[in-house]
């Protein structure tokens, strides 16, 4: 009983060992503190030049809400639907690119990557700054019903809220430089990690047959025989 006990013992210092550590706030909601030093578009509104905190919402079922704050946190701009972007190599810095625009007017937010990860959050824009983004990129941008621009920047407590589940589930559509509207599949489709790719092209299609199943038979037989024998001689010591 007490060698049981002890095992036991090892087993939950072991298994308490391998767990991760608890993720940091910052970790979670990938806040970042950014300082823009001109004028900044994103989705509905313009950033003034100053320092602003981005942030994923508060939501496990949707890591793709990005909520905008002053630096001090004490106003809200908005929150902001955006679609997986994906990197090749991650930063070990914040990452914020941007979109071509017309001149004269601000630069447009594509999108944000947190330090030392590959997935970032590509913006998504009502309609009709898409299709103006798209042209002047010749790129497909990501877009939204216009009419959902105006949920963006109201005061938000939950993301169970009405307006934030009408944007939730807002029909997401892409605009393609040539003015065609596609699905948002289509321009965007699910970006698989290059090393798991690679992985995925060495392994073989079909794996080699073993010559005959004799030898796992035999080597069965064994174990079971060591196991006998084990069990017969702790009855012996526990008479």
Same mark, same amino acid.
Do not use: I, Q
């Given at each position: 009983m007490r060698n049981a006990t002890i095992f036991m013992?090892?087993?939950?210092?072991?298994a308490l060992g391998v767990m991760p550590p608890p993720a940091r706030a910052d970790e979670w909601n990938q806040k970042t503190i950014l300082t823009f030093s001109g004028p900044v578009e994103i989705p509905g509104q313009v950033l003034q030049p100053g320092t602003y905190v981005f942030k994923l919402a508060d939501s496990t079922s949707?890591?793709?809400i990005v909520e905008v704050f002053n630096k001090d946190e004490n106003h809200f701009y908005g929150f902001f639907l955006a679609i997986p972007d994906y990197r090749l190599k991650p930063s070990d810095k914040p990452i914020i690119t941007f979109e071509e625009r017309a $001149?004269?007017?601000p630069e447009a937010v594509k999108a944000w990557f947190y330090p030392g990860e590959n997935y970032g959050h590509d913006f998504v824009y009502p309609k009709a700054k898409a299709v103006e983004l798209?042209?002047?990129n010749k790129q497909p941008v990501a877009s939204m019903p216009n009419a959902m621009a105006a949920n963006t920047t109201k005061? $938000?407590? $939950?993301m169970q809220e009405p307006h934030v589940m009408a944007m939730k589930q807002a029909p997401l559509k892409a605009q393609k430089p040539a003015g065609e509207e596609v699905e948002i599949g289509e321009a965007f489709?699910? $970006?698989l990690p290059a090393a798991q790719t690679l992985a995925a092209a060495k392994m073989p299609k079909k794996l080699p047959k073993t010559a005959s199943p004799l030898p796992l038979v035999g080597l069965i037989g064994l174990l079971s025989l060591g196991t006998a024998g084990l069990l017969r001689r702790a009855g012996a010591n526990c008479k």
């Open positions: 013992t090892f087993m939950c210092l072991g949707d890591r793709n $001149t004269g007017s798209a042209k002047a005061p $938000t407590k $939950t489709p699910p $970006t």
